[in-house]
């Protein structure tokens, strides 16, 4: 920091955030989406924007504020801007070019920029899956294509992020599109395939790249020098004083358990009803519940639970030994806070790009992520998640 800046480093934590405010507000206000693209232009443009936010995720938002107002070319240049500043996904983030291609009637290209991404990840499922979604209701018969290509690789491959059934609602919709009767032959080989379905070993999701602003000399606008970064009040501090252990040890430790996926189908046979709601075996539902109360607890506690995941034997193992009744809300938060103390823990929240911490194989913002936190105004069901 020395007298030649314009502004001082905290003016400019100021400005940023008064700029990304108004864009996220604009960007969920319908009918304003020239105005948002204008309003994450103009975050982009501050030159403190590179030491303040994640390049890849703030080229992202421009990218599909340019998209939601029609401006192609830009929307192409701005995903292209993220993917340079590290953003990865599954589908590679030039699947959303070829979609924005599609949106702009630019079929030849989107349709060479497909089959180059189909030969970059052949076993891709994900890019099928978004190839026919952009195809749907613009050429039925590609979009046919493209959904029985990804089945076939989701069978091959072992459908290690069992996409299948979303794959096959989407053909129903496009048979039903073309007014053809259902592959009969088809639906049963994937339903032989789910029969004996298990899970294969998981596929490396691409994560982000880190962003490094350290690589940069210190910024001439504020005089933010990277290599002695301020500090910043990462949380919210505790909104009353943390309760003790002994009382509620499943928030005072601040890690929250949950089963995944198999180990929750055998709960809620075990113990229907066991998070307070009707065991309906619907997985992806009860972890936005684990996840809206992870929010709470992280506006309560003023840092952030872990999630720690439970396996049944574990479970019935520790209850036993600490005689709970396993299905029990303290079983799981003790066995929780043991499993954080051994380092046994998933750390939440993950980046807004990277996969899901419910193993659901989306990224977490398009998963639990948008969840909102429980309110501290609704039922309690239940002891803990
Ligand atoms: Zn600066
Ligand atoms: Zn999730």
């Known amino acids: 920091m020395t007298d030649t800046n314009p502004i001082r480093f905290e003016q400019s934590s100021r400005e940023i955030e008064r700029l990304y405010d108004r864009a996220t507000t604009?960007?969920?206000?319908?009918?304003?989406?020239?105005?948002?693209?204008?309003?994450?232009?103009?975050?982009?443009?501050?030159?403190?924007?590179?030491?303040?936010?994640?390049q890849a995720d703030l080229y992202d938002e421009l990218h599909q504020a340019l998209r939601g107002a029609g401006r192609w070319d830009d929307a192409i240049a701005a995903r292209r801007a993220s993917i340079d500043a590290g953003y990865r996904s599954r589908p590679d983030p030039e699947a959303d070019i070829a979609e924005i291609l599609i949106d702009a009637s630019r079929h030849n290209e989107a349709a060479a920029l497909y089959e180059e991404l189909r030969q970059r990840d052949p076993d891709d499922v994900w890019l099928y899956n978004s190839a026919a979604y952009a195809y749907t209701d613009v050429d039925n018969d590609l979009a046919l294509q493209w959904v029985l290509d990804g089945i076939q690789v989701a069978i091959a491959t072992g459908d290690h992020d069992q996409i299948l059934p979303q794959l096959l609602d989407f053909t129903h919709t496009i048979w039903n599109n073309l007014n053809r009767q259902p592959d009969q032959h088809l639906l049963d080989r994937v339903t032989a395939f789910q029969a004996d379905w298990s899970r294969p070993p998981p596929r490396p999701w691409p994560l982000t790249d880190p962003h490094h602003p350290e690589r940069h000399p210190p910024c001439a606008h504020c005089g933010y020098h990277p290599d002695q970064p301020p500090e910043f009040p990462v949380t919210a501090p505790p909104a009353h004083p943390p309760t003790t252990p002994t009382?509620?040890?499943?928030?005072?430790?601040?890690?929250?358990?949950?089963?995944?996926?198999?180990?929750?189908?055998?709960?809620?046979?075990?113990?229907?009803?066991?998070?307070?709601?009707?065991?309906?075996?619907?997985?992806?539902?009860?972890?936005?519940?684990?996840?809206?109360?992870?929010?709470a607890l992280a506006t309560i506690h003023g840092h952030n639970p872990s999630i720690a995941p439970v396996d049944i034997t574990e479970l019935i193992d520790y209850a036993t030994e600490h005689d709970h009744d396993p299905g029990d809300g303290a079983a799981r938060a003790g066995l929780a806070a043991e499993l954080a103390r051994n380092g046994q823990a998933i750390s939440w929240p993950p980046g807004r790009n990277e996969a899901c911490w419910c193993r659901s194989g989306r990224k977490y913002k398009k998963c639990c992520g948008p969840t909102p936190p429980r309110s501290f105004d609704d039922p309690q069901p239940g002891t803990s998640g």
């Open 247 to 295: 009382a509620t040890p499943d928030t005072a430790r601040v890690a929250v358990a949950w089963f995944p996926h198999d180990a929750y189908l055998e709960a809620t046979k075990r113990w229907p009803n066991f998070d307070g709601y009707d065991a309906d075996g619907d997985h992806q539902a009860y972890s936005r519940r684990i996840e809206a109360n992870t929010k």
């Open 26 to 54: 604009l960007a969920r206000q319908p009918g304003s989406a020239d105005r948002a693209a204008d309003a994450w232009q103009a975050v982009v443009d501050h030159p403190c924007a590179w030491h303040h936010l994640d």
